[in-house]
T-cell receptor, first 114, second 113 residues
Framework: GAGVSQSPSNKVTEKGKDVELRCDPI?????LYWYRQSLGQGLEFLIY????????KSGLPSDRFSAERTGGSVSTLTIQRTQQEDSAVYLC????????????FGPGTRLLVL | GENVEQHPSTLSVQEGDSAVIKCTYS??????FPWYKQELGKGPQLIID?????GEKKDQRIAVTLNKTAKHFSLHITETQPEDSAVYFC????????????FGKGTHLIIQP
């Protein structure tokens, strides 16, 4: 079956512009996660969605970052007024239900802010 | 919350030799420990996982061991091959807090021909 998909795979933008990153989770998975991975670094948790519950936004680094999940499926991560330090790989993952279960990752979106 | 330490950060082994990556965790209530492999330009992929009711699990050349008393778990890769070269992440979850998976910082495994 289809895994987690993300688009675009690469994004180059200018400092100050807004960007939107998209994630399609595995069909039937109710939990969805966003992570950020800077070059050569580990996985930094950003936000978690579970069903219709309020998302856990505790990992968002600033108010320039936001995410939504429409219809309990597709999610969009938005970064407003991008800064050069936002350059990273943004990874999306999904799991069948709870956040303590196996997470399946997408290929990531590589964001470069010039 | 949970804290996961992973060592070494870089590991270079000769092709055919074994590789061992170790992780320690802080929350004794954690009960699920997956390992992910991330190849260059790709997302992390689950390669093996273990739950706290077992001490060891094997899948062909890959094995994971868990010592709950010492709060550490290890990934063992035998007969390493060039395609094993990647970054490996350990993680822990299921602890008493609300957090999900907590990841280690990763180990860059290099297989020397």
């Amino acid at each position: 079956g289809a895994g987690v998909s993300q688009s675009p795979s690469n994004k180059v933008t200018e400092k100050g512009k807004d960007v939107e990153l998209r994630c399609d989770p595995i069909s039937g998975h109710t939990a969805l996660y966003w992570y950020r991975q800077s070059l050569g670094q580990g996985l930094e948790f950003l936000i978690y969605f579970q069903g219709n519950s309020a998302p856990d936004k505790s990992g968002l680094p600033s108010d320039r970052f936001s995410a939504e999940r429409t219809g309990g499926s597709v999610s969009t991560l938005t970064i407003q007024r991008t800064q050069q330090e936002d350059s990273a790989v943004y990874l999306c993952a999904s799991s069948f239900s709870g956040r303590k279960e196996t997470q399946y990752f997408g290929p990531g979106t590589r964001l470069l802010v010039l | 919350g949970e804290n996961v330490e992973q060592h070494p950060s870089t590991l270079s082994v000769q092709e055919g030799d074994s590789a061992v990556i170790k992780c320690t965790y802080s929350d004794s209530a954690s009960n699920y420990f997956p390992w992910y492999k991330q190849e260059l330009g790709k997302g992390p992929q689950l390669i093996i996982d273990i739950r706290s009711n077992v001490g060891e699990k094997k899948d062909q050349r890959i094995a994971v061991t868990l010592n709950k008393t010492a709060k550490h778990f290890s990934l063992h890769i035998t007969e390493t091959q060039p395609e094993d070269s990647a970054v490996y992440f350990c993680a822990a979850s299921g602890g008493g807090g609300a957090d999900g998976l907590t990841f280690g910082k990763g180990t860059h495994l290099i297989i020397q021909p």
